[in-house]
């Protein structure tokens, strides 16, 4: 049992280092893959804030236009009295309100990027520029056309018309300030998840080189370690085949296991013939003195689990019906637990 625990405590010191490094690596490839899927995410989701972006931009562009060919519509009914002017400044006027209804669900919707101030200002001038001219129209459409002319070039007209063009100026500059603001921090935070990516897949491969350094020095440690067992099993092979006293190894159940070729030479069998065989077929003893049959050894120190020493007067009578007089001696063989699996 110590033993066993030596053993186990020798392989655990051997991949103390490596078991860690492997399960870093793990956790290294997985923090990269899931960079890489935060960033596909997070690059899908700015897509679609750069759409709306360009959405918003498209729409307020619409007002701004909207707004000007309403004027340009009531301005050519006044002079023309022409109705046709002004088929579609209904139209225009409904627009106009969808179009800020999208504007100011966008800003609402990232308060930070806009200056309150500003779009509230905008809002005013907005509402007072579409009831004028409104209220323009509406002069015209009820004759009187001095009233409409006078109106649309008052001072309160220049007004309007002066203000929503400084507005739409400070707005598209707002505009162009978030699209800057929104595409540096868009490179920045790619470029961050990127090099994180890409720094945690090289460290990855780092990693797994080590490993293989690592596994390959095992495997050559593994592999010298064979080559010395193999050696040392090649020398007491030789040893035991070169001793002249001749030694049977058998199993539990006094199965032979292994003859050197001294005993070959004194039983007359071959090991490929004895083997697996019982003890008895091939070592067959007798008192010198009796002529009588010896117990089975393996037998006796199977029961007694203890070395029997050296028996002499004993005759061992070989396949070839000759006869020999030996030395008779065994001891057990045992597991790293000491329990009895054989004898010798």
């Not at 139209?91 to 669900?105: A, F």
């Not at 593994?222 to 006293?245: D, H, P, R, Y």
């Not at 159940?253 to 070959?264: G, L, Q, R, T, Y």
Request: glycine share 4%; net charge positive; proline share 2%.
């Amino acid at each position: 049992m110590e033993r066993k625990l030596h053993i186990l405590k020798l392989w655990l010191s051997r991949k103390v280092v490596l078991l860690p490094v492997i399960i870093f690596t793990v956790l290294m490839v997985a923090a990269a893959l899931y960079w890489f899927v935060h960033q596909n995410n997070w690059l899908s989701k700015d897509y679609l804030k750069q759409q709306e972006i360009t959405r918003h931009e498209e729409n307020f562009r619409d007002l701004i236009y909207n707004v000007q060919r309403a004027e340009s519509d009531v301005r050519g009914y006044i002079v023309t009295r022409n109705k046709i002017y002004v088929s579609d400044f209904n139209k225009i006027i409904d627009s106009i309100q969808v179009k800020y209804s999208h504007i100011k669900t966008f800003e609402k919707a990232t308060p930070l990027a806009f200056d309150s101030e500003l779009s509230g200002k905008f809002n005013s001038l907005l509402t007072e520029k579409t009831q004028f001219l409104q209220q323009v129209k509406s002069l015209c459409d009820n004759d009187k056309w001095n009233e409409a002319s006078s109106l649309i070039n008052s001072p309160k007209g220049l007004y309007l018309s002066d203000s929503i063009y400084t507005i739409n100026q400070l707005k598209n500059n707002e505009l162009r300030l978030y699209n800057d603001h929104s595409g540096i921090a868009f490179l920045d935070i790619k470029k961050t998840n990127t090099n994180l990516a890409y720094a945690g897949i090289g460290f990855s491969v780092f990693l797994l080189i080590l490993i293989v350094y690592l596994l390959r020095r095992e495997i050559q440690r593994s592999n010298n370690l064979t080559g010395q067992l193999n050696k040392q099993k090649e020398f007491f092979k030789a040893t035991v085949e070169s001793i002249g006293e001749g030694l049977i190894a058998t199993s539990k159940k006094s199965e032979i296991v292994f003859m050197n070729p001294a005993a070959e030479k004194l039983t007359g069998w071959n090991f490929s013939e004895a083997k697996h065989k019982q003890l008895s077929t091939v070592y067959k003893v007798f008192n010198e003195e009796t002529g009588l049959p010896f117990n089975n050894i393996v037998s006796r120190i199977l029961e007694e689990g203890k070395s029997i020493e050296l028996e002499n007067n004993t005759l061992l009578k070989s396949r070839n019906n000759d006869y020999f007089i030996i030395s008779n001696s065994g001891a057990p063989m045992q597991d790293e637990e000491g329990n009895v699996t054989g004898a010798v």
